[in-house]
């Protein structure tokens, strides 16, 4: 029978995963302009460890009432620049020492699964219609897509976030000593 972890013994279980993490992930929002997916995306990335958004062109803010409601207040566990479009923030990670992976359903995007996502990786997702801008696709240094096999064509861009960013701390994980 199972129960569910007491606060200090689920405290003691996310310590030993942030020790095992020792890569650094950030994300660049291309014009993501619905708040609710912005406060998803920001959850997420509280919840993953993200050292670092760039909120390109018109993306929702995270001072944004809307996004409030849906971030949680998670939003004061992260760092956060506005950028004036999806071209600059991607200049901005690649300078602090990202490499840079643009997820959108596109000619020579390769399956998330088989990019290797070792060392510091910057995941750049786009508008919730239109995905990323033309510039930032050329931007970026690979882009990769998440196969599905449903009769859905695309996911939500806070939950393709959240994907991208499991999958690369997945890959760390597998490699690095438990």
């Given at each position: 029978?199972?129960?569910?972890?007491?606060p200090t013994e689920l405290k003691r279980?996310?310590?030993?995963?942030?020790?095992?993490?020792?890569?650094?992930?950030?994300?660049?929002?291309?014009?993501?302009?619905?708040?609710?997916?912005?406060?998803?995306?920001?959850?997420?990335?509280?919840?993953?460890?993200?050292?670092?958004?760039?909120?390109?062109?018109?993306?929702?803010?995270?001072?944004?009432?809307?996004?409030?409601?849906?971030?949680?207040?998670?939003?004061?566990?992260?760092?956060?620049?506005?950028?004036?479009?999806?071209?600059?923030?991607?200049?901005?990670?690649r300078a602090d020492g990202y490499h840079?992976?643009?997820?959108?359903?596109?000619?020579?995007?390769?399956?998330?699964?088989?990019?290797?996502?070792?060392?510091?990786?910057?995941?750049?997702?786009?508008?919730?219609?239109?995905?990323?801008?033309?510039?930032?696709?050329?931007?970026?240094?690979?882009?990769?897509?998440?196969?599905?096999?449903?009769?859905?064509?695309?996911?939500?861009?806070?939950?393709?976030?959240?994907?991208?960013?499991?999958?690369?701390?997945?890959?760390?994980?597998?490699?690095?000593?438990?």
């Amino acid at each position: 029978m199972s129960r569910n972890l007491s606060p200090t013994e689920l405290k003691r279980l996310h310590r030993s995963w942030r020790h095992r993490t020792t890569a650094r992930l950030a994300l660049v929002l291309d014009g993501v302009q619905n708040p609710f997916n912005v406060g998803g995306i920001l959850r997420s990335a509280a919840a993953y460890g993200v050292d670092h958004l760039w909120l390109a062109g018109p993306s929702a803010q995270p001072d944004h009432p809307k996004v409030h409601k849906t971030a949680l207040g998670s939003q004061r566990y992260l760092r956060w620049c506005s950028a004036v479009d999806g071209q600059e923030a991607i200049r901005a990670a690649r300078a602090d020492g990202y490499h840079v992976v643009g997820l959108e359903l596109a000619e020579g995007a390769s399956p998330l699964y088989t990019v290797p996502l070792e060392g510091d990786v910057c995941f750049v997702v786009g508008h919730e219609d239109r995905g990323l801008s033309h510039a930032a696709s050329e931007a970026c240094d690979r882009l990769a897509y998440l196969p599905l096999v449903g009769k859905i064509a695309s996911l939500n861009v806070g939950t393709a976030a959240t994907i991208a960013l499991y999958e690369a701390r997945r890959q760390h994980w597998t490699v690095a000593p438990s």
